[in-house]
């Protein structure tokens, strides 16, 4: 009952600071930009003024899908970003370059959160699984120490990678807005409404990767209470 309060609690908070980005990203749109660039041009500008000749900025579907890819060098922005022009786009358009530059000049959080991607790509599905059963195991032998606890902890550490990758993501996606925001504010691509705007929005979507940390160590104690606590 108490990792179903715990899980119900999380969901809870990251449904609602996801619905308050939407709120955000939708408030924001309706701020058309002066200078009437799209979310690709501003996005192509940004690389080009890092002197980032090898990305090529993209159209993908669906919204908030926007993401930058390393292995084959693409910004891809959703339609709603690609093709619009307003202070939202501007934000994530300049957010999603923020990433190239950050590949471009091997930043050592992205490096870092690259090497974990296959890892965490096999474990972060299975993690829970594995030590729930060892805990069973546990419990059904009534041996602390035995093959149960070394398939429990097996469990806990395929989940501290995932806890881990979530914590390695803040100052990748924080330092990406932050490039945003400077390059944004240095070659005034907007004015200072639209900044802003951009800025609030960009403040929103960090907050969604805050929680998700916070919400991956919170799962991992409570299961690490469980396997450490069944042992006394």
Request: charged share 15%; glycine share 8%.
């Amino acid at each position: 009952m108490t990792y179903y309060i715990l899980i119900g609690g999380i969901a809870l908070v990251s449904w609602l600071v996801s619905s308050r980005l939407k709120s955000k990203f939708k408030k924001y749109s309706k701020v058309h930009l002066r200078n009437g660039m799209s979310g690709a041009e501003i996005a192509q500008k940004m690389l080009d003024d890092h002197g980032i000749r090898d990305v090529k900025v993209i159209s993908t579907p669906g919204m908030l899908t926007d993401h930058y890819n390393p292995k084959n060098k693409t910004v891809n922005l959703s339609e709603s970003v690609y093709n619009q022009r307003n202070a939202s786009a501007a934000a994530v358009a300049a957010h999603e370059c923020g990433h190239a530059v950050q590949h471009a000049q091997a930043y050592e959080w992205l490096t870092m959160r690259s090497k974990l991607v296959p890892v965490v790509s096999v474990t972060s599905g299975m993690s829970t699984w594995v030590v729930f059963g060892g805990i069973m195991l546990m419990a059904a032998t009534g041996v602390a120490g035995g093959l149960g606890f070394y398939i429990a902890v097996a469990g806990l550490i395929m989940m501290g990678f995932a806890t881990l990758f979530s914590f390695v993501t803040l100052p990748v996606e924080y330092d990406a807005s932050k490039r945003a925001l400077v390059w944004l504010k240095q070659k005034n691509m907007v004015t200072q409404e639209e900044y802003s705007g951009a800025e609030d929005a960009l403040k929103w979507a960090a907050r969604t990767y805050l929680v998700a940390a916070l919400g991956a160590l919170a799962s991992l104690l409570y299961w690490a209470v469980q396997v450490f606590g069944g042992r006394d």
